[in-house]
């Protein structure tokens, strides 16, 4: 089965500045690649997606970058702000539709 | 409306206990999700409904027991939980049928059984 790696397992960073969180996978069919974030006490939320067919997408603040060759995918958070704090996850999901959560970054913006 | 409503919030149970969790969407989702997450850990997917039925049980034992009612409504019957047991357990639904493609999550039910 797919098995999805993430690093780091936590993270600070001091407001303003960029946070790159990266996530490995072994499934070579794995086609769809979801970050959520969770806030102390909360559901996780869909922040941004991607999709194999694309190698970058991006939203405001938030980019999402894919290396299919490498199978590996990186969320990078631009202009931190202490809200940007949470756990973040990242997941890998094949036509199958086997869907598989990384372990989590914890993320801390120094304000 | 793009909520996944989730109740109670908190609940507490004893080991003889029934009680149940209700999950509730009105996106016209297809497919809805009951996960259980540990501290610190990402969340464990236990059941999926797609089109109502049933179509995913990751060998959860029986002392859980899921329903669905109707397209909008997702319940989790809890009785005999042991301590190991407690965490916060979410549900999620998806337009497309699966394991959680674009899935959005309610807040979750933390769950302590004592």
């Known amino acids: 089965g797919e098995n999805v790696e993430q690093h780091p397992s936590t993270l600070s960073v001091q407001e303003g500045d960029s946070a790159v969180i990266k996530c490995t996978y072994s499934?070579?069919?794995?086609?769809?690649f979801p970050w959520y974030k969770q806030e102390l006490g909360k559901g996780p939320q869909l922040i941004i997606d991607i999709r194999s067919n694309v190698g970058e997408k991006k939203d405001q603040r938030i980019a999402v970058t894919l290396n299919k060759t490498a199978k590996h995918f990186s969320l990078h958070i631009t202009e931190t702000q202490p809200e940007d704090s949470a756990v973040y996850f990242c997941a890998a999901s094949n036509p199958g539709n086997q869907f598989y959560f990384g372990t989590g970054t914890s993320l801390t913006v120094i304000p | 409306d793009t909520e996944v409503t989730q109740t109670p919030k908190h609940l507490v149970m004893g080991m003889t206990n029934k009680k149940s969790l209700k999950c509730e969407q009105h996106m016209g989702h297809r497919a809805m999700y009951w996960y259980k997450q540990k501290a610190k850990k990402p969340p464990e997917l236990m059941f999926v409904y797609s089109y109502e039925k049933l179509s995913i049980n990751e060998s959860v034992p029986s002392r859980f027991s899921p329903e669905c009612p109707n397209s909008s409504l997702l319940n989790l019957h809890l009785h005999a939980l042991q301590p190991e047991d407690s965490a916060l357990y979410l549900c999620?639904?998806?337009?497309?049928?699966?394991?959680?493609?674009?899935?959005?999550f309610g807040q979750g039910t933390r769950l302590t059984v004592v």
């Open positions: 999620a639904s998806s337009q497309e049928e699966g394991r959680g493609i674009g899935a959005f």
């Open positions: 499934d070579s069919a794995s086609n769809y």
